[in-house]
């Protein structure tokens, strides 16, 4: 309550100290080659004499205070004439036309090497965008592995059969999270085991990675972090392309994609994905596949509108069918038929199928560029069959999704708000062994974000969202960020917020499913899933963004310190080796970390990407089940510290385009600490830490125009592995298996090769 009584208390000291200030508004475009008038994006504009600027959106649309000395406004953008506008009536809306540059002195060539990932220094939350070309610069076969060359995102195995990749934020697991596909809910509930799989990262068009609570806009489940994925568009214009893909983990792949403007208003975008593991890999020769066999197959196709009058939308849909056999390999159990246990060899069987409709409608007020107003909305079947050994665990998920946001201002533009509602709809039928846990949650909410921007060195996002679920009742968010330029190249910013979440513990643990221990639930909540509280934390988050040029190249420094604490959290308890005891924290809970990254162009064409990152993340777990015998200890797991460094060159060849492209990433892990199991037999017990680890992976790309591209590369080039990572893997039925205890690779090096090839038209 402190808190929202502050941000309403800096809102009203915002309105009275700068309501009066004038703004201007306008659209800043070009003529093309058939006479049509387009927008011209991210294009400069700034009065003279002062610094006030900004920059035009996607749609070549632009706001901008006016200072008491405003005369004329300058224009400019790379290969266009600099434009300067008298500027007499600021009630006005402008259009401000640039024209092609026609000045000529000989042949010179200009070159800007775009970065491939980087913080805006204007926007109020501390946001990394990734992207095509940082996607690049590895194998990237789905969206859990597209951030081996990003510092801010852990990725790791969460057990030895399955194969998942999980990732992590802040020291937090995946789904405290929030990944949003376009803005909209991308992976969430019955997604979180595997739904990072499903997305194929050739479809991925860029990245953003927000940490700590993002705007209230999106939800209120952010609690460590938001993704947001930003798939392939009709907006490349006409373009077909394909991925080829293969490695020696017995992973084959193909990608095809097709995006066509059909017509002047409307868009087309069809992306199909497919891929197998058709023959089994036992690299450290337990018996158990390091991998599932596995054939996967994908599709999306969405169609945008544009009228060009400021009504815009899109609708989509996404089919995808999966299955996974892991388990025992075939060679184990044909040479132990005669001693293989009476209920035969172990395997597990995942067959995933998931349906979507989705779309998009908005609204831009032709006369009023700063109103508009937009319409979100999904339809969702989630199914998946499945059995760990004789664990069977079968779920569906039906869920709908809608979300309302109008957006305006107060009196100018120095003072912007978005205001609107939502709809969440989970439809849960979900069997584990012999329980069930069938139920219904809706979730209907609103929300209100006002944007504070006096001038150009100062933003305040301030944001309120309250929500009712059907199973917890009533509950806020609020939410503050807080950003100021220092100069024009040092950007401070600050945040304070809170997310809540519902417990979906046994769809984001499945991995513990693969193991002999038993799953006690020990929540009183009589209307709670599970008997569980919902869960939730605050986070507070200061960040430092510095920009610098030293010998005539650039680079910057990021610097960041984070608290998350929780409030109530469902803790998944695995110190007793033969158990999973589930339960609502009654202790504390938090997560403190701190990163230093700095991005630095070494030498020509060659990029260096170094950080450091500490974590300390601890909770009460309750020894024994017995509360009175708490003990504060760091999550498993989960390594204190990590050095991080990329390397990437390129050879010269044009403007954001070489001949050869080389990448290298080296990381190492500190130690983590391992769930105790000193009930077990003395053969199944393990070490209380794991050792630290470097893992080194490169690639290298020959691109030879830019229609063709070849790539391979070697993940994990010194061959680490986890030496014995499942307990008791010769008796897979008895009562001290466990296939989950996973802190570092499994299947050791692992070679890849593949090719890109592509046909664009481009657009006029």
């Given amino acids: 309550m402190k808190i929202i009584l502050a941000v309403l208390l800096i809102i009203q000291v915002g309105l009275s ?67 300067t506008v008298r500027i007499t009536n600021f009630n006005k809306t402008v259009s401000i036309r640039l024209r092609k540059s026609s000045t000529s002195i000989g042949e010179v060539d200009i070159e800007y090497r775009q970065k491939s990932s980087q913080m805006s220094f204007i926007n109020p939350l501390a946001t990394i965008t990734m992207s095509e070309k940082e996607l690049f610069k590895a194998a990237c076969c789905n969206l859990s592995e597209s951030f081996e060359t990003n510092p801010a995102v852990d990725v790791n195995f969460t057990d030895a059969v399955t194969g998942t990749k999980q990732i992590r934020m802040l020291g937090l697991n995946g789904p405290y999270t929030m990944i949003s596909r376009e803005n909209m809910p991308g992976i969430r509930g019955l997604g979180n085991a595997f739904g990072l799989s499903f997305i194929p990262g ?87 596949r390091d991998f599932p066999l596995q054939n996967q197959i994908n599709a999306l196709n969405r169609w945008k509108f544009n009228s060009n009058k400021g009504l815009m939308g899109q609708v989509g849909v996404h089919f995808l069918k999966e299955e996974k056999i892991g388990g025992q390999t075939d060679a184990f159990i044909e040479d132990n038929q005669n001693r293989l246990d009476w209920m035969g060899p172990y395997r597990i069987n995942i067959a995933t199928e998931s349906a979507e409709i989705f779309g998009k409608i908005g609204y831009v007020f032709s006369d009023f560029q700063y109103k508009s107003m937009g319409f979100q909305w999904s339809v969702k079947q989630h199914e998946q069959n499945s059995n760990f050994g004789s664990r069977v665990y079968d779920v569906r998920q039906r869920s709908g999704y809608a979300n309302f946001i109008y957006q305006s201002i107060i009196g100018n533009t120095n003072h912007q708000f978005k205001t609107g509602a939502s709809f969440v709809y989970d439809e849960y039928e979900e069997e584990f062994e012999t329980q069930s846990f069938d139920r219904v949650e809706r979730t209907p909410g609103a929300f209100f974000e006002y944007t504070l921007k006096p001038n150009a060195n100062f933003t305040l996002v301030a944001g309120l969202r309250g929500d009712y679920h059907n199973l917890y009742g009533a509950f806020a968010s609020p939410r503050l960020h807080v950003r ?54 605050w986070n507070f988050g200061f960040n430092l963004s510095k920009s610098f040029t030293l010998d005539y190249r650039e680079g910057s420094i990021q610097f960041d310190v984070y608290r998350t604490q929780f409030e109530n959290q469902v803790v998944v308890d695995l110190e007793n080796s033969y158990e999973v005891n589930i339960y609502n924290l009654t202790g504390e809970s938090f997560s403190n970390t701190a990163q230093l990254q700095v991005d630095y162009e070494l030498i020509k064409f060659l990029d260096v990407r170094l950080a450091y990152r500490w974590v300390r993340v601890q909770t009460d777990f309750n020894i024994g089940g017995v509360e009175e015998n708490q003990e504060l200890l760091q999550q498993p797991f989960t390594p204190e510290h990590r050095f991080f460094v990329n390397f990437g060159y390129a050879t010269k060849k044009g403007l954001n385009q070489a001949n050869w492209t080389f990448d290298l990433t080296a990381q190492w892990f500190s130690e983590q600490r391992i769930p105790s199991t000193e009930g077990n037999l003395l053969n199944n017990r393990r070490n209380d830490l794991s050792p630290s680890f470097s893992l080194l992976n490169t690639q290298v790309t020959r691109n030879f125009n830019k229609r063709l591209a070849v790539y391979a590369g070697v993940e994990n080039i010194l061959n680490f592995r986890q030496d014995n990572p499942i307990i008791d893997a010769d008796n897979p039925f008895g009562n001290e298996f466990d296939a989950s205890m996973v802190w570092g690779p499994i299947f050791g090096r692992n070679i890849y090769a593949g090719l890109r090839w592509k046909i664009t038209k481009e657009k006029m």
């Fill in 17 to 83: 100290s700068s309501f009066a200030q004038k703004e201007l508004s306008g659209a800043v475009v070009h003529v093309n080659q058939k006479g049509r008038i387009e927008p011209v994006p991210f294009a400069n504009i700034h009065w003279q004499g002062t610094n006030y600027g900004t920059t035009s959106d996607t749609n070549g649309l632009f706001r901008l205070a006016v200072p008491d000395d405003a005369r004329f406004l300058i224009t400019s953008f790379i290969g266009y004439q600099t434009d």
């Fill in 484 to 537: 100021y330029a220092l100069s024009e190249t040092l950007v401070a910013r600050a945040l304070a917020g809170s997310g809540q979440r519902s417990p979906t513990v046994l769809m984001e643990r499945q991995s513990l499913m693969a193991s002999a221990r038993a799953f006690n639930f020990f929540g009183d909540n009589k209307n709670g899933v599970y008997g569980l509280d919902m869960e939730k934390a």
């Fill in 202 to 288: 050739v479809w991925v068009n860029s990245i953003q990675v927000t940490k700590g609570v993002g705007s209230v806009v999106n939800g209120y489940e952010s609690i460590a972090g938001q993704i947001n994925f930003e798939l392939i568009k009709p907006d490349l214009g006409e373009q077909t392309f394909a991925n080829v893909f293969t490695n020696l983990g017995g992973r084959s792949e193909l990608n095809l994609g097709h995006t066509e403007q059909i017509s002047e208003n409307v868009g087309t975008t069809l992306l199909l994905h497919g891929n197998t593991r058709f023959f089994e890999v036992d690299a450290n020769d337990d018996g158990f």
